[in-house]
């Protein structure tokens, strides 16, 4: 690794959750230290000096590689990048931060935040401990709201899973309460409209709950991706059931019954939300 800097500043680089310190030759998510070794880091680094720009596999040789070094250079190369994109999560088929242009080199496109001047107390040049810095607010990298407690995120998401299968149970367990309440303000095809729709949506909804339940509390890291997938389905299904509040009208009302629609019309885009938080594109 790069050794720390005898000057009286020290360079920071940062970019979604991640920050890269140059004089220390470390490379940190949300303040916690990945292990990149030496030839990667410098990879990155000169990225990063870069960012925007392309850098040719002709330039990170010169740079990196001295001409008298024997090595097979392509090789280590193309191993340092990928050594770059498993530390950061990325992807060469989607890239977020490193992308690969054919025949030419290299471009790290993610917007960098330099901090070139963070003043190092000269106390902790000279070995002692300075105050801690008071701790910044680290970002999604997607939605760009204060990173989210991930444990807290999931338990939300399975609790909205919990809530439809609690929807779905009920209504199929008290199936001749729904065609009650169903004949009694919609008679006729409307009545009959709304137990075809329990009687089918339902079955089909209960698993999928599970399902999701399952996945989220396995932290199955590509749920992100799978969820993208089903969310026009999720969004169907959240959406006929919002009307779910009006099966229970003799007891709550017709204001009551709205409100909670009107609420649970929103609850799909949470899980959406929810899902994104805790599960970004690059997992």
């Known amino acids: 690794m790069p050794m720390p800097s ?20 470390e490379l940190r998510k949300n303040g916690a230290r990945i292990r990149l070794q030496e030839q990667p880091f410098q990879v990155l680094a000169t990225l990063l000096e870069h960012a925007g720009q392309v850098v040719t596999r002709d330039d990170l040789r010169q740079k990196i590689w001295p001409a008298d070094t024997f090595v097979d250079f392509d090789h280590s190369l193309n191993t340092a990048i990928n050594k770059i994109r498993e530390a950061l999560g990325d992807s060469a088929s989607s890239p977020r931060f490193v992308e690969t242009l054919a025949r030419r080199g290299y471009r790290f496109i993610a917007p960098v ?3 070139a001047a963070v003043p190092v107390p000269s106390n902790a040049l000279n070995g002692v401990p300075a105050a801690r810095a008071p701790s910044q607010t680290v970002l999604h990298p997607e939605l760009h709201v204060p990173l989210p407690h991930r444990g807290l995120v999931r338990i939300l998401f399975a609790l909205i899973q919990v809530m439809y299968l609690s929807f779905y149970l009920n209504a199929l367990y008290h199936l001749h309460d729904v065609d009650r309440v169903g004949d009694q303000f919609l008679p006729g095809w409307g009545a ?14 209960i698993p999928l709950r599970f399902y999701l339940l399952s996945a989220v509390a396995f932290d199955f890291r590509k749920l992100g991706v799978t969820f993208r ?17 009006f099966l229970l009208l003799p007891q709550i009302g017709v204001g009551l019954a709205f409100a909670a629609t009107a609420a649970l019309l929103y609850v799909p885009f949470s899980e959406r939300t929810l899902v994104r938080m805790a599960y970004s594109q690059s997992s």
């Open 6 to 25: 005898s000057s009286s500043e020290a360079r920071l680089l940062r970019f979604a959750v991640f920050e890269v310190d140059l004089a220390a030759g």
């Open 192 to 205: 009959l409209a709304i137990m075809v729709a329990v009687l089918v949506t339902g079955p089909v909804g």
């Open 229 to 245: 997938r089903l969310f026009p389905f999720v969004l169907a299904l959240d959406q006929l059931w919002a009307v779910a509040p």
């Open 113 to 115: 935040d330099s901090a």
